[in-house]
């Protein structure tokens, strides 16, 4: 178990955003203040709209979280996104309002996530983490019904192992991931396999 070296998401924020006299703040100042553990923060952001059974949603925002992946696997050193989400604003007051509310449950989830065994989240392992994303990506963009609840909770769970440079979180999110999907494609397979056979029994019947 290591020590915590890095500040929390929220304090890096403060410190980094907090001393600015602009009265607004974007997503691109964000990024900037957070590094490379932008790739976790925006990832975040982009897998939010995905919990929301509204259709359509997945399919705009997964390829959001494609392309995160995509440039985690050729480690990228900050995460590139359209200028016009990037240009987001967010009042200077309003946004430190905010952080200072979540601010007890970052806290809390702080006692259970924290960096450790690093070298499963960080180096080449990025490239690891890049591919994960990409594959859990491929069920949130299709119209299925509620394929993509189960990947995006799984990917938040990644996001904040990103940020957090928590290792053995990174595992079990992949150890939940693949197993859920393994779930997930044999109970979609066996539903069109037997729409597949109820189709040609009734074509014979026809026939």
């Known amino acids: 178990m290591s020590l915590r070296h890095t500040p929390t998401l929220i304090t890096t924020l403060q410190r980094s955003l907090g001393t600015r006299s602009d009265c607004m703040v974007t997503l691109d100042d964000m990024r900037d203040a957070l590094g490379e553990r932008a790739f976790g923060f925006l990832l975040m952001l982009s897998l939010a709209p995905c919990l929301i059974p509204l259709p359509g949603m997945g399919s705009v925002f997964g390829v959001l979280v494609a392309l995160l992946g995509l440039q985690l696997v050729f480690r990228v050193q900050a995460p590139l996104m359209p200028r016009f989400i990037l240009r987001r604003e967010f009042r200077q007051q309003g946004f430190h309002q905010f952080l200072d509310k979540i601010k007890p449950y970052e806290e809390k989830l702080t006692r259970w996530v924290r960096p450790r065994y690093t070298y499963l989240i960080e180096g080449p392992a990025e490239s690891v983490a890049g591919l994960f994303i990409m594959l859990m990506a491929v069920p949130i963009v299709l119209p299925a019904p ?37 779930v997930m494609f044999s109970v979609y397979g066996g539903i069109l396999f037997a729409l597949w056979t109820a189709l040609s029994h009734l074509m014979r019947i026809t026939v």
């Open 146 to 182: 509620l394929s993509n609840l189960l990947p995006a909770i799984v990917l938040l769970m990644l996001a904040v192992a990103l940020l957090e440079r928590d290792g053995l979180l990174a595992l079990v999110a992949y150890a939940v991931g693949i197993l859920g999907l393994c």
